[in-house]
C-alpha cells in the first residue's frame, strides 16, 4: 500500500489473539486434593461419631434455656459494643485534645484497661462489694450521701459483665478512632477551620465521616470478637449462652452435645455479624479506589 506521495504508507498494527495456556503445576493440584481428602474425612468422623451424641445436640438445639442465654449474649455483646464505642470517640478525642490533663486522663485509661486481662476485670466489677459495699450519689470528699444503694444488690451478674466489656472494649476502641482520626488528611480539618466552622462541627460533620472508612474494619471484627469474648462472663454466672449450657450439661453429663450446642449458636452469630460487616464496610467505601 502506498500514500497520495507514492511513498509506502505505514502499516497498521495487527493485534494477534493471545493463545495463552496455563501451566500446570502438579504441587498445587497435589496439596488441593489431600486438603479436600483431610476435609471430608473430617467431616465423615464427625458425622458417625457417636460419642457426640447427635440426638442431645438436636434436642437442646433450640431449647428454651439456650434461647434464654443467646438473647441475653445478644444483648450483652450490643450493650457492651454501642457504649463501648462512645466510649471510645470520648478517649480518642481526648487523646487528641490540646489539654495535657485531658490526653493524660484519656492514656490512663487506656493503658490501665488495655494492659490488665478482661477476666480479671470481670471478677473485679463483680466482687465490687467487697470494696464498695454501698454505692451512692453524693456531695464527694465525705459530704452527705443523697442515694445508697447495696452493691450486691445493684451490680447484679448481668451488670457486673456489661461493666467489664463496655469498659474494657472502651479502651480498645480508643485507639482504633484514634487512628481513623489521624488517617484524615489535615487539610480537610483546616479548609473548615479557614469556612468559620467551629470544632465539635468539624470533627462531627468532616472528620469523623472520612475517619470511617478506616474505622469500620477493625470495629467490625471487635463486635465478632465481642460475640464470642461475651462465653468469659460465665465464670460470673452471667446467665449467657455458656453459661446456660453449663448449667444443662452439670445436670444431664451430656459435656460434650452441649457445648456443640453453643458453639453452633457461636458460628452462626459471628457469621451474620460478618455479612453485617462486609455490606458496612462496602457503604463507607464508597468513593474510594479498591
Known amino acids: 500500500m502506498t500514500s497520495l506521495k507514492g511513498e509506502p504508507a505505514a502499516e497498521l498494527p495487527i493485534d494477534l489473539p ?9 504441587g498445587r493440584v497435589i496439596a ?19 460419642n457426640l451424641h447427635w440426638d442431645v445436640v438436636a434436642a437442646h438445639l433450640f431449647d ?7 438473647l441475653v449474649t445478644i444483648a450483652l455483646t450490643v450493650l457492651s459494643m454501642t457504649i463501648g464505642v462512645a466510649l471510645g470517640v470520648v478517649a480518642a478525642v481526648m487523646q487528641l485534645s490540646d489539654s495535657s490533663v485531658l490526653r493524660g486522663a484519656a492514656g490512663l485509661y487506656t493503658w490501665f ?4 486481662p478482661l477476666l480479671v476485670q470481670l471478677i473485679f466489677w463483680f466482687n465490687i ?13 465525705g459530704g452527705p450521701m443523697l442515694f445508697e444503694w447495696q452493691a450486691n444488690t445493684v451490680i447484679t451478674p448481668f451488670v457486673a459483665a456489661a461493666l467489664g466489656l463496655t469498659i474494657n472494649e472502651g479502651a480498645y476502641m480508643a485507639e482504633i478512632v484514634r487512628a481513623g482520626i489521624r488517617s484524615v488528611d489535615p487539610g480537610q480539618r483546616e479548609a473548615a477551620e479557614a469556612l468559620g466552622m467551629p470544632h465539635r462541627r468539624i470533627l462531627r460533620r468532616v472528620v469523623l465521616p472520612q475517619a470511617m472508612r478506616v474505622i469500620i474494619p477493625p470495629t467490625g471484627n471487635q463486635f465478632v470478637s465481642m460475640l464470642k469474648t461475651t462465653s468469659m462472663v460465665s465464670v460470673i454466672a452471667g446467665a449467657e449462652l455458656l453459661t446456660v449450657a453449663q448449667r444443662i450439661y452439670l445436670e ?39
Request: avoid cysteine; charge should be positive.
Open 113 to 116: 484497661f488495655r494492659g490488665t
Open 18 to 26: 493471545i493463545d495463552a495456556v496455563k501451566p500446570v503445576r502438579p
Open 129 to 141: 462489694g467487697l470494696v464498695f459495699p454501698v454505692i451512692g450519689v453524693g456531695v464527694p470528699f
Open 32 to 50: 488441593g486434593v489431600v486438603a479436600a481428602l483431610v476435609l471430608l474425612w473430617l467431616v465423615y468422623t464427625v458425622i458417625v461419631n457417636e
Open 64 to 70: 428454651s434455656r439456650i434461647l434464654g442465654g443467646l
Open 252 to 290: 444431664s453429663f451430656e459435656v460434650i452435645a452441649l457445648l456443640v450446642v453453643a458453639s453452633l449458636w457461636y458460628l452462626l452469630l459471628t457469621s451474620v455479624a460478618s455479612v453485617g460487616q462486609h455490606f458496612l464496610e462496602k457503604r463507607f467505601s464508597r468513593g474510594y479506589a479498591s
